[in-house]
């Protein structure tokens, strides 16, 4: 079975810093897909960031970025510039061709003014 | 861009009563949705897979008599929650996949909280 690890309950940053959420996985797969998704308080998931596996290079959208280690089953997320509206759970999520997505366990980001 | 749609957002029932969430794509046709389901300050819990035209297939645990699912069309897919139990209460949540061919994307509901008497 495939399984997410979050293994950061909660992570805080002061804003315009720099801060890394961390995700390992388990698959046997070789090919799949990663996510991090953001759910802020009103609990609407929003898309922050998505690697396919077969792409050696890391995804970049703006200030995130992934470091993502195949070997390692690594896959964590780098928020640069940190701003106030970053404050949310964040949730790494996995999956295979066409199975559901599975999820972490979340990490709530605070971001200190 | 694709927009999925879920109510209601809130309801409040009384225990032995049922309840229709209903998970609408609005600008694509989704053969497949999920329901998820959320408790406080925890992950989402995939509950069921929901094919259009075809039976749901429940995660191991969840009683498929108890939330019926149904997806008649493309574009809805409805969980019911029957003779609900306020342990029943939690954020249910909705996703959709568009299948545009090259770029398959999910999309979520805005989700609704079931609190129940």
């Known amino acids: 079975a495939q399984t997410v690890t979050q293994s950061q309950p909660e992570m805080s940053v002061q804003e315009a810093e720099t801060v890394t959420l961390s995700c390992t996985y388990d698959?046997?797969?070789?090919?799949?897909?990663l996510f991090w998704y953001k759910q802020p308080p009103s609990r609407q998931m929003i898309l922050v960031i998505r690697q396919e596996a077969y792409k050696q290079q890391n995804a970049t959208e703006n200030r995130f970025s992934v470091n993502f280690q195949k070997a390692a089953k690594s896959f964590s997320l780098k928020i640069s510039d940190s701003q106030l509206g970053d404050a949310a759970m964040y949730f790494c999520a996995f999956r295979t061709g066409n199975t559901p997505l599975v999820f972490g366990k979340g990490t709530r980001l605070s971001v200190i003014a | 861009g694709a927009v999925v749609s879920q109510h209601p957002s809130r309801v409040i029932c009384k225990s032995g009563t049922s309840v229709k969430i209903e998970c609408r794509s609005l600008?694509?046709?989704?053969?497949?949705m999920f329901w998820y389901r959320q408790f406080p300050k925890q992950s989402l819990m995939l509950m069921a897979t929901s094919n259009e035209g075809s039976k749901a297939t429940y995660e191991q645990g969840v009683e498929k008599d108890k939330f019926l699912i149904n997806h008649a069309s493309l574009t809805l897919s409805t969980l019911t929650v029957t003779s609900a139990h306020p342990e029943d209460s939690s954020f249910y949540i909705c996703?959709?996949?568009?299948?545009?061919?090259?770029?398959?994307?999910?999309?979520f509901g805005s989700g609704t909280q079931l609190s129940v008497l």
């Open positions: 996703s959709a996949r568009d299948p545009a061919p090259g770029d398959e994307k999910l999309f």
């Open positions: 698959t046997s797969e070789s090919d799949y897909y």
């Open positions: 600008d694509f046709q989704a053969t497949t």
